[in-house]
């Protein structure tokens, strides 16, 4: 590396020598490209695309080469220190993608291109997996998309790369993952690329698998965050060398530089866990139709369910609904039953009352009886989350942080969820009662019920300690919290969904939604209708998620719901930015701010440890708009170097 006094001795290349860098420094007003001249020795390596290192408010930090230019506006400029890697990892496309969904999500470019690519792994550039000579091949009429009007269309549009859209509503027992491997032979034989994205490493195990049957070996590469450093930098150089053309992954891989893209996929977009965490907060779903529009690419959102923003891809003509007909969804439907309506009632008036009624006890025996699995889905980990009075019904609190109360196991001590203190001494502070009883029960709770009431049939629990990818054939009893249900080969006889009212009855704006696309997951494992497999939800039949269950109509109830928003103007019919932070950090933000005339400020409301919260709502043809003004605004407070941050949160998933 060039020292101090010889750097200033540096000459130019005599052509481009001006490289544009985005400094990976995420402060908001430092968000734009930054000149740096580019010395002789790297001429010909410091290309667009490349790691470098450059010398940046008096220390060295780490840069992405986005552009090389014959000159600048700045008159005196520093030299890049040194590159990192002659390794192209950003292309074009991907620092134009990066760039779109950070100005929509009110981010930083370096924020997003740090999602976007992976950190480097120097024994990992010398390696990349190499293709087959094969080319796949997909059926004229494959018999799995037969079952959808537009399906088969659907494919023919791929193979003759007009980039079709659509929303796929799957059918319960469907092969999702064969489906989605179908797609991607079909685009793939048309020459063009294809990036899947799927919430977990469950799901991608399963998509991985039929894409190696579908595509041969090595025709494919997966990312995700859990493959380790080494493998996932080297499935990504695969992918930016052009080596694969077909990418699946979890929630980065939204950004897999696959050349000539000519297909994004995401499986369950209402999942949360396409939702990413870290700034700008970018959703899966929305980078990946970000990228098919810019591209032409075509699109798939797919799922059991159908979320409010899918619906809206129809409504406003986007998109085109992949569904089955009416008579073909009836054939491919469990029986699904609810507990609450009149003639259950009638024949068990316990029913409204118990966790377990009679229906659900006589459709398990059914299915053990008949050597078949069961799963019972159960909303609450733990054994006994929530207890409250056996006297008053009041809820047991700590008398230290007024967490709840919860007992781990049938002979533990009470003990706050919150910080743990036990409270083996309590007593109810309204009647001065001592017995506890339980208000919420959990997974571990009930497979100890139903152990007892099946002794000679193994129990199994799937959940956060430990979760099942698949279970045999055989009667068994398999309780899970949703997320964790494992598939069931030939699938399940009986599927029972308990504590219904714990999922609709949260404060939350997409409450129905979820707790209708978690049924649907595990709904959809059971055998179909004609097979014998039974679905009962413990709930009351009139309630109109129930009844979309009970139809399998996701559609309409996508649609009830986008219309109650539209009304409501609550998202995705508006356009919703959450403001969270100290209370004088937020009123200097907002004081800071040029939000459009028709933009409308709500709050502030208190939030977690001692903050507060404005949300911002505006029409979705200003989202652009707001979303540059608190860029903007931020980048003001940034530049003042003001002492607390505020969290900017476009899209916010939690409005309550």
Aim: proline share 8%.
């Amino acid at each position: 590396m060039a020292t101090r006094s010889n750097r200033a001795e540096r000459q130019p290349a005599p052509e481009l020598p001006v490289a544009r860098v985005c400094v990976d420094v995420p402060l908001p007003h430092l968000d734009r490209p930054f000149d740096y001249l580019v010395p002789a020795e790297l001429h010909e390596t410091a290309q667009p695309g490349t790691r470098v290192k450059v010398r940046f408010a008096g220390q060295l930090v780490d840069g992405w080469l986005l552009e090389r230019a014959a000159e600048s506006a700045v008159a005196k400029l520093a030299y890049l220190e040194r590159l990192v890697s002659p390794e192209r990892v950003l292309t074009p496309e991907i620092a134009g993608l990066a760039r779109a969904v950070a100005d929509r999500y009110a981010g930083g470019l370096a924020d997003v291109l740090r999602l976007a690519v992976p950190p480097r792994h120097a024994r990992a550039e010398g390696a990349a997996i190499l293709p087959q000579d094969d080319t796949p091949t997909v059926d004229a009429r494959p018999p799995g998309w037969a079952d959808y009007q537009a399906g088969e269309g659907f494919l023919r549009a791929l193979a003759e790369r007009k980039g079709p859209r659509a929303v796929w509503s799957a059918l319960p027992g469907e092969d999702w993952p064969a489906r989605i491997a179908e797609a991607a032979a079909a685009t793939l034989a048309a020459g063009q690329g294809v990036v899947a994205v799927v919430p977990d490493a469950r799901d991608l195990d399963r998509l991985d698998a039929a894409l190696t049957e579908v595509l041969g070996k090595d025709r494919h590469v997966t990312l995700a965050a859990g493959l380790g450093p080494a493998k996932r930098y080297r499935a990504f150089l695969a992918a930016s060398r052009g080596l694969v053309k077909v990418v699946a992954g979890t929630r980065a891989a939204a950004f897999a530089p696959v050349a000539d893209l000519g297909l994004v996929v995401i499986w369950d977009d209402g999942d949360d866990l396409h939702a990413e965490p870290r700034a700008p907060y970018p959703h899966a779903r929305e980078v990946l139709l970000t990228r098919a529009q810019r591209a032409g690419a075509a699109t798939l959102v797919a799922g059991y369910a159908r979320t409010a923003e899918a619906q809206l891809l129809l409504e406003t003509g986007w998109a085109r609904e992949v569904a089955a007909d009416r008579a073909t969804t009836r054939r491919r439907t469990p029986a699904i039953t609810p507990t609450g309506d009149d003639p259950q009632l009638a024949r068990d008036p316990g029913a409204a009352t118990a966790r377990l009624p009679s229906l659900a006890w006589d459709a398990a025996r059914a299915a053990l009886k008949a050597d078949a699995p069961v799963l019972v889905q159960v909303p609450r980990r733990g054994y006994l989350p929530s207890v409250s009075c056996v006297t008053c019904r009041a809820p047991a609190r700590c008398v230290t942080c007024q967490g709840p109360l919860a007992l781990r196991s049938s002979h533990a001590v009470p003990a706050c969820r919150w910080c743990g203190r036990v409270a083996g001494d309590h007593v109810c502070p309204h009647c001065g009662g001592r017995g506890l009883r339980a208000s919420v029960t959990g997974a571990r709770r009930t497979a100890e019920e139903l152990g007892r009431a099946f002794p000679e049939i193994p129990i199994r629990t799937s959940g956060r300690d430990e979760v099942l990818t698949e279970v045999p054939a055989a009667a068994a009893v398999v309780v899970a919290t949703p997320g964790a249900e494992p598939v069931a080969e030939g699938g399940y006889g009986a599927v029972l969904l308990l504590d219904t009212w714990a999922l609709l009855t949260r404060a939350d704006l997409r409450a129905g939604e979820e707790a209708l696309r978690r049924w649907m997951t595990a709904a959809a494992l059971a055998k179909p209708g004609g097979a014998g497999g039974r679905v009962v939800v413990v709930a009351d039949g009139g309630v109109p998620v129930i009844q979309a269950l009970l139809r399998w109509d996701p559609g309409w109830y996508a649609s009830r719901e986008l219309a109650e928003r539209r009304e409501l103007r609550f998202p995705p019919a508006a356009r919703m930015t959450s403001l969270t932070g100290p209370a004088p950090a937020v009123a200097d933000l907002l004081r800071a701010v040029h939000l459009p005339p028709d933009a409308e400020l709500l709050g502030p409301v208190p939030a977690d440890q001692d903050q507060e919260r404005y949300l911002v709502r505006a029409p979705r043809g200003r989202a652009a708009e707001v979303a540059a003004a608190l860029h903007a605004a931020s980048g003001v407070r940034s530049a003042r170097k003001a002492p607390d941050a505020v969290r900017v949160q476009v899209d916010a998933t939690d409005l309550f």
